[in-house]
């Protein structure tokens, strides 16, 4: 049969490429700025400006930089590797070049969208989902653009049968589609500022139905189908295993989508949802470890190449890395070891074994290959590669360490009792303090790992100003075929599914859907997952105020508010949490890691004039802390110009707001802050230097309301909280 020729779009994979760098770079910078802020909480105070300080705060930042690494640098990452492999692996160009440069500028505007939003304090609080409404439509166009680009290409194919790189991207678009839009349908009150529309416990599950899931399904499946393409092309070596593939491949899809409430282990969320988490966890670890063998043992017999081959050299620290985190994160889900991980810097020190080793190096090593490809020049200088690469791996290793270490000893200081039953560490900020130096050496090694990072950057540019400019590559190969429907004979059935297209979509999108529908449905739907608790009202108007204030400064970020029905919880935080308690939170904010301690039952535990001070100088009122100030809550004005339209997009949502209410919100929001403004007088210090100031119009007041109100709503034991 005569071959048709045509060309490889070379020029969108260098965008991504050069995408790819610049992100990186970035979200690294922002990464070590976090880390430092732990080891110097003033660092960034030397503006002297109470905005740009704002701006730059812990709980803005550290948003930003992992929506930075995930969707930035990984994102375009996965993005540079899907449109070179795809391609080559179909054999025919991508299905439009103008919905190429449409996914490619529209992903850079949602990420420069993200920059401005995140530190201005816009975001809906969820973790790796951050971004508020308007940007997550555009998200969701944007990836509408990219699936339609990739599922034409594949329709269009000249290769009968899709390798299973492809199965691995058709996982990945349907699965984010379905996680993304369902996890993020939020009530608009105004232009950037929205409500979940699940609250409390059913919030909190699909979130981190998404949250697990997001990891699995964005960090995990499509950087596994690029394994499965780079990784025999660098060794010129087959797959080790077909068939493993295959078993890989269902069973990872299939499982995956169920682990989420590993993740809540201990809360309010009713007990069944927890245990299905932990059994699908365990066995992922099978699939997990079935793909990591798959790709180390493609390399037999090539571990010559891997020696002088630093590209190789990152895959197999990467492959190892991938191997690691999904060893731990099924052991995670063991109660008893959950115990001790949750809410610590063990789990930090995890995440980031999977994206600085899994994500980081793998992308790293395709940047490397891909750039000799399309500029067709060897690599600047393989040393250069070789020194990322040890920086790197040294920069892995003071990481993560570090952290586990940390961990360990903040979960072993919160549960020691003295023998007459108090607690041994009873000031939190004993544990705080204890693990600063860990925090110093992870700083040493993110600044290993950037630095690494950077030599990559040097290395392909010098690459890309020595090599040729990059054109569109000439190919060839025969149209494909048409054949009967049906099973041929000798073909296998999985042989066959491979070039039934739609149909293999189809099974894919079942299987994921699966283990969602089982785990969400029913606690949505079915009333007593959540018991009905009398005495939790909603919250007032200035009270609904300081709550997005709290939101907006990603207080979530270091704070929990669940206590775990652990004696060592209840003793130091009080009565342990309830499912009812959390019906009004639109969106929960249980966080997921105490570098301060628990909120939920603070209400009543501190005077106004406490929370005021603590604002304005953590420091004065909990020597030692880490917690950045926050002046500027003294000095803006609220801004309770949109309250009547929240509360209206809540009464939506279930929340029995009368229009009464409503109508009369600004009096009574007004009626609490004078109230508060009444307490803190009784402070002579306040008076000395806030006496002649009107702060019952500041944002303060509404926080300090938010704060004394949590825990309140149910008769508790409200121990003095350290």
């Not at 790189?165 to 699965?175: L, P």
């Not at 596994?224 to 797959?239: I, T």
């Not at 020049?377 to 290793?397: C, E, Q, V």
């Amino acid at each position: 049969m005569e071959k048709e020729r045509f060309y490889y779009d070379n020029k969108i994979v260098k965008m991504f490429l050069w995408a790819t760098i610049l992100w990186g770079v970035v979200g690294m910078l922002v990464g070590l700025l976090v880390a430092l802020l732990f080891v110097f909480p003033g660092l960034l105070e030397f503006t002297g400006s109470d905005n740009a300080i704002s701006w730059l705060s812990f709980g803005r930042l550290r948003p930003l930089h992992t929506n930075a690494v995930i969707f930035a640098f990984v994102g375009n990452g996965i993005f540079l590797g899907i449109y070179y492999s795809t391609q080559r692996l179909l054999k025919t160009r991508m299905f439009n070049d103008v919905l190429s440069r449409i996914h490619f500028w529209g992903w850079q505007a949602i990420i420069v969208a993200a920059a401005i939003t995140l530190p201005l304090g816009l975001t809906s609080s969820k973790e790796y989902a951050e971004l508020e409404w308007p940007i997550d439509i555009a998200v969701v166009l944007i990836w509408v653009v990219f699936a339609i680009n990739l599922f034409g290409t594949i329709l269009k194919r000249r290769q009968r049968h899709i390798y299973v790189a492809i199965w691995f991207y058709i996982a990945t678009v349907i699965t984010i589609a379905v996680l993304y839009i369902f996890n993020n349908l939020e009530m608009p009150v105004s232009a950037f500022k929205s409500y979940s529309v699940y609250s409390g416990v059913q919030d909190a599950l699909v979130q981190w139905w998404y949250g697990h899931n997001a990891v699995a399904f964005f960090l995990t499946t499509p950087v596994l189908g690029l394994m499965y393409y780079f990784v025999p092309k660098v060794a010129n070596r087959p797959v080790y295993s077909y068939r493993l593939s295959i078993i890989h491949f269902w069973t990872l899809i299939f499982l995956y989508i169920w682990a989420g409430p590993h993740h809540l282990l201990y809360t309010a969320l009713p007990e069944w949802a927890q245990n299905l988490g932990t059994v699908f966890s365990v066995m992922l670890i099978f699939p997990s470890w079935g793909g990591m063998i798959n790709g180390l043992l493609t390399l037999r017999g090539a571990w010559d190449k891997v020696r002088e081959n630093p590209v190789l050299k990152f895959f197999v620290v990467a492959i190892t890395g991938y191997g690691m985190a999904t060893f731990e994160g099924p052991m995670l889900s063991f109660k008893n070891l959950n115990a001790i991980g949750h809410y610590t810097d063990w789990i930090v020190g995890h995440v980031h074994i999977g994206a600085l080793a899994w994500n980081g190096f793998m992308i790293a090593g395709i940047v490397y290959w891909v750039a000799e490809k399309i500029w067709k020049t060897p690599l600047y200088s393989k040393k250069l590669a070789n020194t990322h690469f040890w920086l790197g791996t040294l920069g892995i290793l003071f990481y993560a360490i570090p952290l586990y270490v940390a961990g360990f000893t903040q979960a072993f200081m919160w549960k020691q009792f003295n023998p007459d039953g108090t607690l041994v560490y009873g000031n939190f900020l004993e544990t705080v303090t204890q693990v600063i130096p860990m925090y110093a050496m992870r700083a040493i090694g993110g600044t290993l790992y950037l630095t690494g990072f950077v030599l990559l950057a040097i290395n392909i540019f010098k690459t890309a100003k020595a090599g040729s400019t990059v054109e569109d590559e000439l190919a060839e190969a025969a149209p494909l075929k048409k054949i009967s429907g049906r099973r041929v004979a000798g073909e296998g059935f999985h042989t066959w599914l491979e070039r039934k297209t739609v149909l293999f979509t189809i099974l894919t999108t079942v299987a994921i859907l699966i283990g969602g529908l089982v785990e969400i449905v029913p606690l949505i739907l079915v009333k007593s997952n959540i018991p009905t608790i009398e005495s939790v009202k909603p919250y007032t108007p200035l009270e609904l105020e300081g709550r997005d204030i709290y939101i907006r400064e990603g207080c979530n970020n270091c704070h929990s508010q669940m206590i775990r029905p652990f004696r060592s919880e209840v003793e130091r935080y009080g009565e342990y949490s309830k499912a009812g308690e959390f019906v009004y939170d639109f969106p929960f904010l249980w966080g997921s890691r105490r570098t301060g301690p628990d909120v939920h039952r603070i209400g009543g535990k501190y005077n106004d004039n406490w929370h005021f001070n603590h604002m304005l100088d953590p420091r004065s009122t909990s020597p030692g802390s880490i917690m950045p100030r926050y002046s500027w809550l003294i000095k803006n004005d609220m801004n309770a110009s949109n309250l009547e339209s929240k509360m209206e997009g809540l009464v939506a949502l279930g929340v029995p707001y009368t229009p009464e209410r409503i109508s009369g919100a600004k009096q009574e929001l007004l009626s609490q802050a004078k109230e508060i403004e009444n307490n803190l007088r009784q402070d002579p210090e306040y008076v000395k230097n806030y006496g002649s100031s009107n702060i019952e119009n500041k944002e303060i007041v509404a926080l300090i309301a938010y704060l004394q109100r949590l825990g309140t709503d149910i008769k508790a034991n409200n121990t003095a909280l350290k």
